[in-house]
């Protein structure tokens, strides 16, 4: 089974950002990854929630969600009072992801808000939203400069960027796209800094198993991507990219 | 009080479409008011709620949504629970908008899903998701022709058009942006047919009050808006427009 | 299509209200609006919601319900989650009316409760139970009179008063029972004060259309009826009616 | 402690019924026992639960509220996803209390709903609703004697009535109202058919004790209380009463 | 119909109680009544809820809830938003009973937290539940003696014990199991101090109806129970048992 | 930061299984990893979900949850409304763990019921539950073997445990429990098969970051740590281990 389009098993899909897709977050960033589309938002709120006041620290959290009209089949809203387990697990991995290149403690006592509302959905939702927003991290804190009492790179201390790898017949193939991803064997998301370090690794065999083996080849090929990604990332931000 | 931009108390912002702004939903399209900013989609599903089925006709039901970066503040989701009263009313508003155009008679047994999600707020998020819906309810109705019994526009027998008027210091002016909205002493939504036959009309004092003086002004000042609204419709539809 | 008990198009139904109906709330009112029948009750609550608290303002808060045994098929109560759209617009329709006449400012800190719920359904629900709220608060103020800082006129400025038009076979009719509002084509409320200023309008097509003309003559019908009620309103209250 | 108006430890208060209060339900009755007041309600569905389909028996069951207005101080409606464990436990209670005297396997394949609601409560609700919801059944399933396969006195085999009773500085009192409920020292509901066999008895001391001899004394006290009101079921019923 | 296991109609099932079954709670009792099983743990927190704040008392509040595999068809887990009506009207028993015996005037500001979760089902468990979370409460109140102002009798007054009693087949019986519950005429839960005072009674016909000679025999029969559970906790608890 | 109890860092704690802990369910195991204590049950519902009705296949669903009293602060249970996210995330890896050992096309038209309820915490629940469930669901299977057209290992393909890894204090340590869980920089469950295949690897830095180094490294020490598991996993089961 060839991939879509000829691509080869070690290409990412065509990646762009659109920075200040909307005006009322200071953060707006429209992520596409191939046909995936994410509007990632970066809100600063000059509150933290209860248990941190009176700390000193800021705090950061996400949200995720998908439009209804974002799937082949139309998908439902949330109703009151049901749990949409795969939201809720994707909001704690890009928090997650997030938190591990802020600090808090630097912050000061306000909180970063993550929303990630996927407009388009073909593979690779989650990681994509990680991706884009950093980017609308970095506008956001940015924005509010003049109020941090330390240089932006103390409080962004790394980027963070995510991609997905899995095993399609047989095969090892970087940034799954929908056909693949539901055919694939194995399915890992990786998210790591721009700096190399991993922050999080997530395979599932989906219901099926896979060897040492395969684990290893899946993160040196996500590596790869990672790379790639992180690249792009410094190309849109150019002069607002805050490391050296 | 002059106008933001000088503008006229009888000119409408500047309206753009893009139609076909996502792929998965036969009809999406991203509609601007100015700033206002909504993604309409209209899917179509090959079923009616239960209280239709066997009887041979089919459904329109309309959902509306603001995403938390939308607004200047940030606009927490909807917790499972909790009702967002101002929300329910619109989404009602939009549905049946939208029904007083559909003949579902001859729709067949499928049911039209209208979701209208403001990516920005800036005033007129109702109206311009009603004119929205329209265009993208046009293109996912075009998308199904051949499944259809009778031609198009015994289906989509007129179009819709909804604008926002209002009373600010004293004056009235069509299509207020957010900044006027919020000072509005009156706040009048007109929700029209291509036509000129009214489908809608809801006028409050906002907790205030207006003479019938003001109110037939304000109606006369809607025909007006909702006249142009109508002819940008048909130009961005262009041979996809139904009528003749 | 004649009118029940051949009423005439321009006529009201028979309206009566029972003050003092329970006790424990300052304002308690049964009114029937020929066989809708509905209890509206004042409480006065000696604080304010928490986004008040400490400016020096009142509240008034409106919620309105159905009891189950009020229609013809047994209405289910609202369960845990579910969200009755059309009990939501009801109770902010209610809740905008009647604060169009209470000087906020003038209350003090604490708030109104109206609560209105239905105990027999027979079309106008909506209309009795502002023309029956505002009876209630009327006595809820009085009873307290002593705290005010200033006479009741100026804290509740003016009287309220709501019915229902519409558009049945093709005739404008006032004050619409359910075995018309069932077959309306057009169904209009108006909310107005005694002194004739417009609260609200809200006209739909109910899914239909209808023109300018029909639009100004059920007003007309709305505002001779709105005289009536007001009417009826002063003469149950008696002295305790707090205009001139 | 005397009682309030000086009743008599083994009188009832003033015990009246409303037949035909609303019109839509076929059995609606309007109990006041005191100041209590509760608006019972009796619908006849034609149909069962799942569970039931097909088993050629019907169902009945009830369900209890409080309008906001009913208390001194206002009782907030019952909140998507809160629940009122007191309202749970009451209106379990009625509906085991009215089904002990319904033969469910000759109603026939419907439900009967209950729906008790009280307009102003001065203690005793519970037990008043049971005494009311009783009259409302008898007025029910004679509205569908035509549609029965048995005599009416083979589906409801008895009369059903309750009465509260509790132990108030150290008297035994019959029917406690408001101000007495509040001070109990044991505080006990009895509900009992027409022919003095007993269907329920919940006694409680309240987080405090009480002896056995305290509990003989208050189901001696009870059991004459429930004859008197059977009594005025059976008057108010007049021709309607279903036994002989 | 004779008793499983031949038992005789006055006979308690064997009854056993594991003290410190788990280690995060103070009081951690698994109890098991027969068959039936319940894990009863008693958390004390340095707080009160907000209506208490402040008043120098304390509080002691109760959940109850059966584990899926308790049962032998699975019982599911609470859905959000759904009432579990039983559950409800067990956790308040457990709460006021245990409350009886609880002087929160000298308990100072904290909260006794019993929860009662069931591990396996075979009737009774509310009383099994009752009787083990007392048990589990001295272990609590012991394990905070140092931090009470007077001696732990003053705080835990009397000890408490609940048991089931009912009519099957005709015949009075103590402490039913599961299928002895479930052919009931009449099931009684008796809830008694150590000293022999009644706490609570609930006895109910079951929909169907029972004499008052009926009444004084099964409540005679369950004192005589009280007594024997009275025993075994007094046993079990050894030196810890904080009465004479 | 040497270990608690001097355990070397690539021991586990000790590990104990008691089978039939319960009855109702055919499959009911408490296991004790150390001290964190967990029923699985595995209860088997001859039907199957909604959507694979009809298509001869089986399913298989996990639910999990911590009983109030298993953590050293008491945990509230959740409350109508509110998503538990971590919970949510656990049950749904629980559920694909098992899944990719069970075939379930040969299972029949049954649902495998598992559930895991945490009676004490201290580190590892998720892992743990897993090895459990297998355990359970070994004995539900087993309980069943009659109704199975192929034998068990058809249907239970391989054994499943899991294992948590970590870096504390820089050391690659197995099986952490809480106060080292509490303290890790990355925190890795892995979940394999006896045969030696991975099911699921998530690491996470906790909001920190780790090399890839050390990710090998600590999938190193999980895979010996399965190894010890399975062959408890085995020896517990006895004659009923399904393979070879």
């Known amino acids: ?77 949330d109703k009151a009072g049901k749990v949409d387990g795969r939201s809720v697990e994707i909001q704690r991995l890009i928090g997650r992801s997030l938190r591990a290149v802020v600090n808090l403690d630097k912050l000061g ?27 609308a991290a970095v506008d956001a804190v940015n924005s509010i400069k003049h109020l ?40 890992l998301n990786l998210v790591m800094t721009g700096s190399g370090k991993i922050i999080e690794v997530q395979g599932s065999g989906e219901e099926a198993t896979f060897s040492r083996k395969q684990l290893d080849a899946l993160i040196d090929l996500g590596e790869a991507g990672i790379r790639a990604i992180t690249a792009a990332q410094k190309a849109v931000l150019g002069g607002a990219w805050p490391f050296a």
Chains 1, 2, 3, 4, 5, 6 share one sequence.
């Open 148 to 187: 941090l009492t330390v240089p932006v790179p103390e409080v962004l201390t790394d980027s963070v960027a995510a991609v997905s790898v899995g095993v399609v017949g047989g095969e090892e193939r970087l940034d799954l796209e929908y056909v693949e991803d539901r055919d694939a064997d194995v399915d």
């Open 1 to 77: 089974m060839p991939r879509p389009n000829d691509r080869s098993p070690s290409a990412l899909r065509e990646l762009g950002f659109t920075r200040g897709f909307t005006r009322p977050a200071p953060g707006s960033v429209l992520v596409k990854m191939g046909r995936t589309t994410v509007l990632c938002t970066c809100c600063v709120e000059p509150k933290v929630p209860d248990f941190l006041v009176g700390k000193g620290k800021g705090w950061l959290t996400a949200e995720y969600g998908m439009l209804p009209g974002s799937t082949n089949t139309r998908k439902p809203r």
């Open 109 to 135: 006592e306000r909180t970063l808000w993550i929303d990630c509302d996927v407009l388009e959905a073909d593979g690779g939702t989650r990681t994509a939203s990680i991706t884009g927003a950093f980017v």
